[in-house]
């Protein structure tokens, strides 16, 4: 494709559900981050994929989160028993040289 | 304290005026800085980076760095209100985490 997509662009969901986030890189870009990013704030890094490992995972909050790219093309990040401070932008870029970011979910827990 | 630090703002200048945003770093061993614009809804998108101290420059937006005093400003001359949005910095140490400022607002009045 010609840029970053993730889907979906809008999501709700209420306390304690899991929800699963999408984000189709830029095709050959080995690189892929996920950020979240809330109202009025930069993006927090979460985690970082190479191809399908991920080699850092500093960045989640918690175990309620969890990143994956089996393929080393599409990821999914999921977090479990959704919390109202999970409400937030989720960001997914993917980089040869340079960091491409798609548009954002927007998550929102109620 | 925050990683990387950068005032909020807003910052207001006139139509063609030089706008100048500022940020700092804490981390000696950050290596490459970046700067992103975000419009209001969107996600980031990079206009600069510098790896080495001194001023680089593309256009109308000079980066400058200086590692001694941790400190990285970008410039922008002749604003436009088309430059209108929030400004990210972003730091890389070593590694491919990516730890972004709270980002500056920046209003060009036409």
């Known amino acids: 494709g010609a840029g970053v997509s993730q889907s979906p662009r809008y999501k709700v969901a209420k306390r304690g559900q899991d929800v699963a986030l999408r984000c189709d890189p830029i095709?050959?870009?080995?690189?892929l981050f996920w950020y979240q990013q809330a109202l009025g704030q930069g993006p927090e890094f979460l985690t970082y994929?190479?191809?399908?490992?991920?080699?850092?995972k500093s960045g989640l909050p918690s175990d309620r989160f969890f990143a994956e790219r089996p393929e080393g093309s599409v990821s999914t990040l999921k977090i479990q028993r959704t919390q109202q401070e999970d409400s937030a932008v989720y960001l997914c870029?993917?980089?040869?040289?340079?960091?491409?970011f798609g548009p954002g979910t927007r998550l929102t827990v109620l | 304290q925050k990683e990387v630090e950068q005032n909020s703002g807003p910052l207001s200048v006139p139509e063609g005026a030089i706008a100048s945003l500022n940020c700092t770093y804490s981390?000696?061993?950050?290596?490459?800085f970046f700067w992103y614009r975000q419009y209001s809804g969107k996600s980031p998108e990079l206009i600069m980076f510098i790896y080495s101290n001194g001023d680089k420059e593309d256009g109308r937006f000079t980066a400058q760095l200086n590692k001694a005093s941790q400190y990285v400003s970008l410039l922008i001359r002749d604003s436009q209100p088309s430059d209108s949005a929030t400004y990210l910095c972003?730091?890389?140490?070593?590694?491919?985490?990516?730890?972004f400022g709270a980002g500056t607002r920046l209003f060009v009045k036409a």
């Open positions: 981390d000696r061993g950050s290596q490459s």
């Open positions: 972003a730091a890389t140490t070593g590694g491919f985490k990516t730890i």
């Open positions: 095709s050959g870009h080995v690189s």
């Open positions: 870029a993917s980089s040869f040289d340079e960091q491409f």
């Open positions: 994929f190479q191809n399908e490992a991920q080699l850092d």
